[in-house]
C-alpha cells in the first residue's frame, strides 16, 4: 500500500510525493501500452482487414465526398483532416499508410486513387503531401458501402467531439484481398494478398457448406495472389498446412524467359520480381556479387525497365546453363523470396487470434450478415415513417375539403386535424406543411403509387428479417456482385502469380556455380593453420610457418574443390576450398572454420572426390572401408566416422583406388613393431560409421602404416633416398595370412620410418 512521504522543505499543499512499488506501476503502464499498440496499431481487424489509420483515412475521405467520380483533393487536406479530427499522430505517418494504399505494386487492390508522384518499385520515396492529389476508388467506395445507413457502430473520436466508425461495413474481402502486416507487443501478422474473385468464390462455397473443410477451399483460394505477380514454387502439402493453421510461407521467384541474341548467344529476362522486394537494391545485389566473383557464370546485368519491370541478366557464355545460372541466383539474391504467412488478426475487433482460412472468411461472412440486418432494420424504419406520412397524404386527399375547412377556419388546426381523422402529430405537421401545388390530383396518384411501392417493399424487409436462409441468399448475392466485378475477366482482377514446381537441379552444381574456378596450393601445418596458395606450387620448400610449427601435407586444388580433413577423434570436417585464407600470411587455424575438438589433431586431409573410397584405422589396429560420399559434412560439427575412445586414436587414412594400375585386392599393414601382415582387402568390412575389425594384432604398440595394392602387381615402397623397391606375388609367401594375425618382421630394405613412403 503506498504511503504519502512528505518531502524536506514545507508543508506547502500538493507537495506530498506518493510511493508506487515498481513493479506493478511497470507491469501496469506496459500492458495499457502493448494493448494499445495490438489494438490501435499493429493487428488488422478480421472483419474489414484495416487497422485504425487506414479506416480513418477512408472515412474521411467520404466525408470530403472524394469518390472515385469526384475532383481529386490535395492530401496535405486529407492527412489535416484525419489528423486533427480522428488520428492524433504524426502526419508522416498518416501520409505513409495513405501513399501505400495507392501504390499497385504494395497492395493487390488500391484503395485510394493518387495522383502525382507515388513513389515507384524501385524505392523511391512519395513527393510530398502539398504536391499529391488522392481520391477513392470504386474498392474504397465498397469498403465504406451503407456506412450511413446504421451499419456498423461508431464511437467518439479521441476528443470526443466527433463519431468515428468502430468497423467499415467491408463489401469487399479486404484482409486476405490486400492482406496485412504489422509488428504489435509479443505477436505479429503477416498476411499476403490473394484474388478477390477465388476468395468470393469460396465465400459463397462456405455459405452453401458452413462446414467445408480447408482442402475444399483451398481448391478455390490455391494461394497468394501478389501485386508485382511470380511464381509461386511451394509444394501443395505445404500451402495447404499454412492455410490450416494460419502459419506459414510461400517461396515466391522472379519471373523470366530466355530471349535468342542469335549465332546460338541468349539473355535472360527477369519480368516480375517477389513481392515487397525493391527492384534498384536487386540490381545492386546482383553487381556486388559480380564484383564480388560470387556469381561466375554471369557476366552482366542491366536495367531496361519502363513501365514494366525489364532486368537483362548476361550470360559469361552461350555455354552457360540458364536453369543453372538462375538457381544461383535465386539461391544468393531476392530473385527468390519467402512471403511469411500469420494471420494473427483481432476477432470481432477485439481479440488477437490467429486463425485459418476458413475462420477468417467465416468473420467476414458474418460481419456481412450482421451489416445486412441492420441495414434492413435501418431501411424499415425510415419506409414506416414514410408510409406513416402517405397514409396522412392519403386521409387528407380522401378529405380535401374538410382539411381546407380547418386549416382555413380552427383557431388550432393541427389538434383539430388530430382528432377529426384520428392523426398522429407526424401525419399532422405534415399535412399542414402540404403546398397547395401539391393538391392535384396527379399528387394523389403518384403518393398512392409511392405507398404501394413502400408498402411491397416493407413485406420484403419483414420476410428477409424473419429467414435467416433469406438473408444469406441476399449475402451470397451481393459477393456474387462483387465477384463479378472483379473477376478474373477483368484487367484487375486477373491473377498475376502463377503456381510452378522449382526445376530439380543438383545442388552441388549450383554450389560449384557460384565459385569462380582458379587453382589452388592447399597447405595444412602440423599445428592445424589452413591457406590457399595461388597457382599450383611445384616446390613447398619455400614455404614458410609459424615458429615450432611446419609442414604437414600440401597439395594441388581448386576452388571449386571440397576440403576434406580427418582428425584424431574419427571425425572427418568438409570445408569449401573457396573458403580457405589466402596464401599471405600463415593462414588461420581449422578451429576458426570447423568446431574441432580442442584435444583433437589432424590426421590428414586432401581433396574430396566422391565415388571413392577410404580404409581408416585406428591406432590399435581396428579398421574399416568407407565411402567418401559418406564421411561429406555439411555442418560445422563435422561427421563422426570412425569410433574411437582414449586411449585409442584414429591415426589412419588410406585411398582404396586402382589409378593406373590394377583394382586392389589385398592390403599390407605394418605395425610399430615392425611386423608386417598381408592378407585379402575383401576380409575388410565396408561401413558407413563404427570402431571396424582388427586388422593386425599387437602386444605392444600400434598400427603404422597400411597400403592396398593388386597382388599381380606386388607390393612396392619408398626408401628416403625415393628409391622404389617392390616384392612380387611369390616373394610374398611368407607375411601372407588373414585379418587380424600377428605378421612377421618386415623384409629385408624396409625403410627404418615403418611407413610404405
Not at 524536506?8 to 495499457?32: C, F, M, N
Not at 513501365?307 to 537483362?312: F, H, K, L, S
Amino acid at each position: 500500500m503506498s504511503k504519502p512521504v512528505q518531502p524536506p522543505g514545507g508543508d506547502e499543499p500538493g507537495r506530498e510525493i506518493e510511493s508506487v512499488d515498481l513493479k506493478s506501476a511497470l507491469e501496469e503502464r506496459y500492458l495499457a501500452y502493448a494493448l494499445s499498440t495490438i489494438m490501435h496499431r499493429a493487428l488488422p481487424d478480421a472483419r474489414d482487414g484495416m487497422k485504425p489509420v487506414h479506416r480513418r483515412i477512408l472515412y474521411v475521405m467520404r466525408l470530403l465526398k472524394l469518390d472515385p467520380q469526384s475532383a481529386y483533393r490535395k492530401c496535405a487536406k486529407i492527412v489535416g483532416d484525419v489528423m486533427g479530427n480522428f488520428h492524433p499522430h504524426g502526419d508522416q505517418a498518416i501520409y505513409d499508410a495513405l501513399v501505400r494504399l495507392a501504390q499497385d505494386f504494395s497492395v493487390r487492390y488500391p484503395l485510394v486513387d493518387g495522383q502525382g508522384n507515388f513513389g515507384n518499385i524501385d524505392g523511391d520515396n512519395a513527393a510530398a503531401y502539398r504536391y499529391t492529389e488522392a481520391r477513392m476508388t470504386e474498392v474504397g467506395t465498397l469498403l465504406l458501402d451503407g456506412i450511413n445507413e446504421d451499419a456498423v457502430d461508431f464511437r467518439p473520436n479521441y476528443n470526443e467531439e466527433d463519431e468515428e466508425p468502430v468497423v467499415l461495413p467491408g463489401a469487399f474481402p479486404n484482409l486476405l484481398a490486400n492482406g496485412s502486416a504489422g509488428i504489435a507487443v509479443g505477436m505479429a501478422t503477416a498476411i499476403p494478398p490473394h484474388n478477390a474473385a477465388e476468395l468470393c468464390e469460396a465465400a459463397l462455397h462456405l455459405i452453401k457448406f458452413p462446414n467445408a473443410t480447408i482442402e475444399k477451399l483451398v481448391e478455390f483460394v490455391p494461394g497468394p495472389d501478389l501485386p508485382t505477380g511470380g511464381i509461386i514454387v511451394e509444394p501443395r502439402d505445404q500451402i495447404l498446412d499454412a492455410y490450416k493453421t494460419g502459419r506459414g510461407g510461400f517461396r515466391v521467384r522472379a519471373r523470366w524467359h530466355k530471349e535468342e541474341t542469335g549465332r546460338g548467344g541468349y539473355r535472360i529476362i527477369v519480368t516480375e520480381i517477389p513481392y515487397q522486394v525493391q527492384k534498384s537494391k536487386l540490381i545492386e545485389k546482383i553487381a556486388e556479387l559480380l564484383i564480388a566473383r560470387k556469381v561466375p557464370l554471369l557476366d552482366d546485368v542491366r536495367d531496361e525497365s519502363a513501365e514494366d519491370v525489364r532486368i537483362v541478366l548476361e550470360p559469361k557464355s552461350r555455354t552457360v546453363d540458364p536453369d543453372l545460372l538462375m538457381e544461383s541466383l535465386f539461391k544468393l539474391t531476392d530473385l527468390e523470396s519467402r512471403q511469411p504467412l500469420n494471420m494473427n488478426v483481432l476477432s470481432g475487433g477485439i481479440v488477437p487470434k490467429v486463425m485459418n482460412l476458413r475462420d477468417v472468411l467465416r468473420e467476414w461472412l458474418d460481419h456481412r450478415r450482421d451489416v445486412l440486418i441492420r441495414r434492413s432494420r435501418y431501411r424499415l424504419a425510415n419506409i414506416e415513417k414514410r408510409l406513416e406520412v402517405l397514409s396522412g397524404f392519403l386521409v387528407a386527399y380522401l378529405n380535401i375539403d374538410e382539411v381546407i375547412r380547418i386549416v382555413r377556419f380552427e383557431d388550432e388546426p393541427k389538434k383539430e386535424l388530430i382528432k377529426t381523422f384520428d392523426l398522429s402529430d407526424v401525419q399532422a405537421d405534415a399535412i399542414l406543411n402540404l403546398r397547395l401545388r401539391a393538391l392535384n390530383k396527379l399528387e394523389e396518384v403518384e403518393i398512392r403509387k409511392e405507398f404501394d411501392q413502400l408498402t411491397e417493399e416493407k413485406d420484403q424487409i419483414e420476410r428477409l428479417l424473419a429467414s435467416e436462409e433469406a438473408q444469406w441468399k441476399t449475402v451470397g448475392w451481393e459477393i456474387g456482385n462483387v465477384r463479378d466485378r472483379f473477376g478474373k475477366d477483368t484487367e484487375l482482377g486477373r491473377r498475376r502469380t502463377d503456381f510452378g514446381e522449382a526445376q530439380e537441379i543438383d545442388l552441388e552444381a549450383v554450389q560449384q556455380a557460384m565459385i569462380e574456378k582458379e587453382p589452388v596450393t592447399v597447405v595444412v601445418s602440423d599445428k592445424g593453420w589452413l591457406r590457399a596458395m595461388k597457382g599450383h606450387l611445384s616446390d613447398y620448400d619455400a614455404l614458410t610457418f609459424k615458429e615450432g610449427d611446419k609442414l604437414k601435407t600440401a597439395f594441388p586444388a581448386h576452388t571449386t574443390d571440397k576440403l576434406l580433413v580427418f582428425t584424431t577423434t574419427g571425425k572427418f570436417y568438409t570445408i569449401g576450398i573457396d573458403k580457405l585464407p589466402g596464401g599471405r600470411g600463415h593462414g588461420e587455424p581449422i578451429r576458426l572454420m570447423v568446431d574441432m575438438d580442442n584435444d583433437a589433431d589432424i590426421v590428414t586431409a586432401f581433396v574430396h572426390r566422391p565415388g571413392r573410397k577410404l580404409l581408416v584405422a585406428s591406432s590399435a589396429g581396428n579398421g574399416f572401408i568407407v565411402g567418401e560420399s559418406d564421411v561429406s559434412a555439411n555442418t560445422r560439427k563435422g561427421k563422426q566416422v570412425m569410433n574411437v575412445k582414449m586411449p585409442d586414436e584414429a591415426v589412419l587414412c588410406r585411398f582404396v583406388e586402382a589409378g593406373d594400375q590394377a583394382a586392389p585386392d589385398h592390403v599390407a599393414v605394418v605395425g610399430e613393431n615392425r611386423k608386417l601382415l598381408v592378407f585379402p582387402l575383401d576380409q575388410v568390412p565396408e561401413m558407413g560409421r563404427g570402431k571396424g575389425v582388427r586388422l593386425q594384432r599387437y602386444k605392444d604398440g600400434g598400427i603404422k602404416d597400411a597400403k592396398m595394392f593388386a597382388m599381380e602387381e606386388g607390393l612396392s615402397w619408398q626408401d628416403s633416398s625415393g628409391r622404389t623397391f617392390t616384392r612380387a606375388k611369390d616373394e610374398l609367401t611368407e607375411w601372407m595370412g588373414v585379418r587380424a594375425g600377428a605378421g612377421r618382421m618386415v623384409p629385408k630394405g624396409f625403410p627404418r620410418s615403418g611407413t610404405f613412403g
